[in-house]
Structures are given as C-alpha cells and as structure tokens.
C-alpha cells in the first residue's frame, strides 16, 4: 500500500505561462508531499487552472520546469500520464454516451480487456452510487452525480495523483459532504491528490498542506494551522446595535488594540486581528481591553468573539484583496483554453 | 398518508452515501494492465464515435438527407441544360455529386473536434497514456463510416433515377473505396482546422470557404474543355478533380491511372502535411 507514498508528486520551479498579455503563471513554485491532500486556494482568475493543466501535461510552461514523481511534465510526458488522472472542471466525461459507456471506454482505453473494463465500470458506478443511472446518458445527470462519475472515471486505473480542478464548484451543501468523502477515501489509500478551490472551508476541512495562489504565484503556503497562525494568533469580530456608532467604534478599537480594524460589508460589524508578533499583550488581553474601551465609550455592542482568523481573513491578510472575483473567472478560462 | 410513504421510500434509494468500504473495494491498486496498441486505442475511439450515433442519431441527417437533396435537385437543375436528358446526365454526373456531398461532410470532422474541445472532453483524452493521435484517428474512423453511409445513400437515389455503373458492383465498390481514401485523408485538414479555430462557428466559415470553390471549380457538373483557359489551369491540379476522373473512370468499368496515382499523392500529402500540423498543434494547446 505505501508504493508511493515517500518523497515529493510535486516539485515544480519557477513556472510562467502567459496567454498574450494576461500573465497566468508569473513564476509559481510548488512542493506537493506524496500521499497527502494538497490545496491550492485562490479566487477566480489567480492561476489555479493553468498550474493544474501545466502539471497534467495539457499545456506546456513557458518557463521553469516541472516534475511530477520524478518525471518532467514537458519533456517525460508520456510517463507522467501513466500516474495521473485529471478531474477538469468542464465535462472530463462524453456526454452522449451513459455512465456504462464512458467508464468502458475509458477502461479500455487504459488497456483494460473488454471483460474486465465492463467489471471494472460495473464496480465503480457501484460503489459511487450510480447503478441505477448507468444506462441513462451522462447529460442527465444530476451536478453531483456528474461529479461522482467525473471522478469515477478518473480512479479506474487507481492513479498515483490525482488533480481536482474545483470538484465542488456549484454543488449542493450533501454532494459536496459526497466529494469529500471521496476524496478523503482515495487518499487514504495512497493516492496524493491535488485539489484546487475558490472555497477556503474546502481547503481547511480536506488539505494537509495549502498553497495561496494570486497573480500566477504562490503568496503563502503551509498548514491551514500555520497559515492561521501567520497572520495573527486571532480575530476580534463585533457587531454593533447601531450602525451610526460604527466609525466612532472604528476609532475606538484602532486606539485600543493598534492595528487596522477592517468594515465588512454588514454595517454593524467590525472585525480585527489581535495577538500579531510585536504585541506586548496575548490575543484575550487585548481583547478584553478593547471591550472595556468600548464601553466606556458608550458603543453599545450585541455580539462579541475571539477566534482563530478564518481562512478568509488570512487571505484578505495576504493579498490586501478579498478571496472571490468572479468577474476575473472567464478570463482565466477563456485564456485557459 | 399513503402517498408521503409511497415518496420516502420512493426517494430513499437515491440518496448516496459513500461509503468506505465500497470505496476501498475499487481503490485497491490492481496491476497495471499493458499500454492498448495504436490500432486498438484508434479502435476504441471509434467505437465511441459509433455509440454518439447510436446515442444522437439525428447527426446522420448530414450524411442522407442532404445527399439526396444534392442529386435531386442538380440532377433536374441542370440535366436538361447540360446534356439530352436528366438521365443522361446523371450518367456523368452521379461520380461527381458522390464526391462533392462526401467531401462536403468531411468538414464536419473539424466541427465535432471543435466541439469536444470545447466542451473540455479532450482534457481526458490527453492526459490518457496512448498512442497520442488515437483518438483524432478514431474519430475519422467514425466519420469514414459516415463517408460510406452517405455514398451508399447517393448510389441509391442514382440507381431509383437511372444511373447504370458500366463498372458493375466492383466498379462501384473500387468508386467507393478511393473516395473513402482521399476523404480520410483530407479530414486531417479540418482536424487541424478544429485545433486552431476558436469556435464551431469559424471552423464552419473556414471549411465552407474552402469546399465551395474546391467541388465547384472541378469537373464535378461540367466538361473543363467548356471553361476558360485560367479556370481550367485551377481545374486541373484541384485534387477533387482528379478525385472524380478517378472514380468516374473506375465506376464505368475503365481506368484513369493518371488521375489515380495524383489522387494517392494527394491523400499521402494531405495525412502527411496536415496529420503532422495536427499532431504538433495537439500535442501543444
């Protein structure tokens, strides 16, 4: 069972790609551990799809280079094939053909004889819930039926890595719970999959390791505990009666805890990182001073809490920019293409 | 009351929950099975291009439909301009429409790539260990057989209308097999065409922009002795003239070898010239 689980899937330098003027890739490294959940997180348009389809041998870099097990993606293609399997975000499966059908092809397609391609298709449409829908053609399916086919298809020869472009994009709260419970089966079984998402509770719940992505580049990477951490030991979110005493909390806070304090879009909340390196106090000090300040400024507060910054707020922290903009999504994939 | 029942138990069963155990039982890595030939990964794509007909079959209207629109109507269009009778020629001119309609339709090899790229199916495909021009060779196999289909279509509305092969069933048969060689061979140029065009759209506008003055300039509805001396220049090396001398020749029991081994050159050329863009672009998107 442990074939392959020492050493690096991933090692990629310095990689660049650019789609005419849109730089997708400005010189991304990547470390992937073998036999772990990776997660690259971005929002739309940072360079998520273009790493992936540079490390499954779809598109060649500009420059740097890539190995995966050893294998350079441009110049050992073919045998960096034979280990991996790639979940796109569109169809990876023909939409004409049933879920039978696709799964045999397939099958056969990776030198399976017609006997055992057909076992092997029966088993896994079994196991993924689909035997029911395996004559009915594929366009339709329900969106998290065709993800579990999707990755169906891309497990049939059990591959030593396995890249998920956005496997839960647009899928209801219960076929996303199904995924990651995939994902987590595979995965226990040696596979090290490679799992790109806009969602940071996605990354949080299913990585061991997470690499921030914005503007084709890695800004951040480690656990999501270590992330977390590096950004502040936590954060202050409040919420106000009154709207009107927002900027007048605002001032208070900035005075009392010395750090920016950041307006979400709700107009009674208020959010800040306590506990940053430099800070004389610990993050409940600083907190509890900052509730007393607010007090005895007469700011009426409804609800108060400390906790470990989510990864949104690490994200915000990194890039001065929030995780999710969609209007950047069908740049990235027009120029993905 | 019994109705709420009826709709548990009724939706129970859809409800998937996976489970590790089932999972672990197709995960377990098996052996490797050995890498599938070059013929057999081609194969298999083919089989695929018969299971989207057997799946879509209104995509075959293309192929016998638009066939025998193309025979009824210059049969009776120019018929009785251009020779005696519509009969007589449909003598001449049943090789000719054979090979324009077949040539027509292999432009649609270029749509349906465009479309399974689009549609990001080819995505799988590339990242498969096989033999890489596999499944663009599959997916002429597929279309070969509609290339077939749709000259059996046009022998058919030939023969109702009088059309008499002095060649017999091997003339035909010998008729078909060469318009099937070069129709292979000039797909390649749409596989490259479907590669580098952005969308279904342009490849279309392409594919026509190129196919109307390739079948109509030729010697599909006329003699070329009729045209002028420039035209006929054009006439004689356009491939689909020698296409059709050559089937013309062999269906009526003769044999144009002149007009054949240009035909073989050009097929050779187009796998060789546009295989080779194709594969380059393919393998680099």
Do not use: C
């Not at chain 1, 960096?80 to 796109?88: F, I, M």
């Not at chain 1, 940071?200 to 061991?208: P, R, Y």
């Not at chain 1, 951040?220 to 009154?242: C, I, M, N, Q, W």
């Not at chain 2, 046009?154 to 060469?178: D, E, S, T, W, Y």
């Amino acid at each position: 069972m442990n074939r392959r689980t020492t050493g690096l899937a991933i090692e990629a330098e310095g990689l660049t790609r650019s789609f005419g003027e849109t730089r997708a890739l400005a010189g991304m490294d990547l470390q992937v551990p073998a036999g772990t959940v990776y997660g690259l997180l971005g929002p739309n348009g940072a360079g998520k799809t273009t790493a992936v389809r540079v490390l499954a041998t779809l598109l060649r870099p500009d420059g740097g280079t890539a190995r995966v097990f050893g294998h350079d993606v441009v110049t050992e293609a073919d045998k960096v094939r034979s280990r991996v399997s790639l979940t796109g975000q569109y169809a990876s499966v023909d939409e004409d053909l049933t879920g039978t059908e696709n799964l045999v092809l397939l099958a056969r397609l990776l030198g399976l004889p017609r006997p055992a391609a057909r076992e092997r298709a029966a088993a896994l449409l079994a196991a993924f819930g689909l035997t029911e829908a395996s004559d009915r053609q594929v366009k339709k399916y329900s969106g998290g039926m065709r993800r579990r086919i999707d990755i169906a298809a891309s497990i049939l020869s059990t591959p030593d890595l396995l890249f998920l472009d956005e496997p839960t994009t647009g899928l209801d709260p219960r076929s996303r719970n199904q995924v990651w419970e995939i994902v987590r089966a595979v995965v226990s079984h040696g596979t090290t999959v490679l799992l790109t998402t806009q969602y940071l509770d996605e990354a949080d719940q299913l990585a061991g390791r997470i690499a921030v992505v914005d503007h084709g580049r890695v800004i951040a990477e480690g656990t999501p505990g270590e992330l977390k951490s590096s950004v502040g030991s936590g954060t202050v979110h409040l919420r106000l009666r009154d709207p009107g005493q927002r900027p007048q909390a605002e001032k208070v806070l900035r005075d009392a805890l010395n750090v920016p304090v950041q307006l979400p879009a709700d107009p009674v909340a208020l959010t800040a990182r306590v506990g940053e390196a430099g800070s004389d106090l610990d993050a409940s000090a600083q907190a509890a001073r900052a509730l007393g300040d607010l007090a005895r400024a007469g700011i009426v507060v409804d609800d108060f809490s400390l906790g470990q910054p989510s990864l949104d707020e690490v994200f915000l922290a990194l890039t001065d920019h929030p995780a999710v903009s969609a209007d950047e999504h069908d740049d990235e994939l027009e120029a993905a293409r | 009351m019994s109705n709420a029942t009826t709709t548990t138990t009724e939706r129970a069963p859809s409800v998937y929950v996976p489970s590790a155990e089932a999972l672990a039982t197709v995960l377990a890595p098996g052996a490797r099975p050995p890498r599938p030939s070059a013929l057999g990964a081609s194969l298999t794509f083919g089989w695929r291009a018969l299971l989207k007909i057997k799946h879509v079959p209104e995509q075959l209207f293309d192929v016998t439909a638009f066939p025998i629109i193309m025979v009824l109507m210059f049969t009776y269009l120019f018929g009785g301009a251009l020779a005696d009778s519509p009969r007589d020629y449909l003598q001449f001119f049943l090789p000719g429409i054979m090979v324009t309609s077949v040539v027509m339709i292999t432009m649609y090899t270029g749509i349906g790539l465009n479309t399974d790229i689009e549609k990001g199916i080819f995505d799988r495909f590339r990242t498969l260990p096989v033999w890489r021009p596999a499944a663009l060779v599959g997916m002429i196999f597929g279309d070969v057989l509609r290339y077939i289909l749709a000259a059996l279509v046009i022998l058919g509305v030939g023969l109702a209308l009088g059309f008499r092969p002095g060649g017999g069933v091997a003339g035909v048969a010998a008729g078909i097999g060469l318009l099937v060689i070069f129709s292979f061979a000039f797909s390649w140029v749409w596989t490259f065409f479907g590669l580098i065009l952005r969308s279904e759209k342009s490849v279309m506008g392409v594919s026509m922009m190129v196919l109307f003055p390739l079948t109509f300039l030729s010697n599909v509805f006329v003699e070329p002795s009729t045209m002028p001396g420039w035209l006929q220049a054009f006439v004689k090396v356009n491939p689909v003239t020698q296409l059709v001398a050559a089937v013309r020749a062999v269906m009526d029991g003769a044999s144009d070898p002149s007009a054949m081994m240009w035909l073989l050159a050009w097929s050779a050329g187009f796998v060789l010239v546009f295989g080779t863009l194709t594969m380059y672009r393919y393998n680099r998107r």
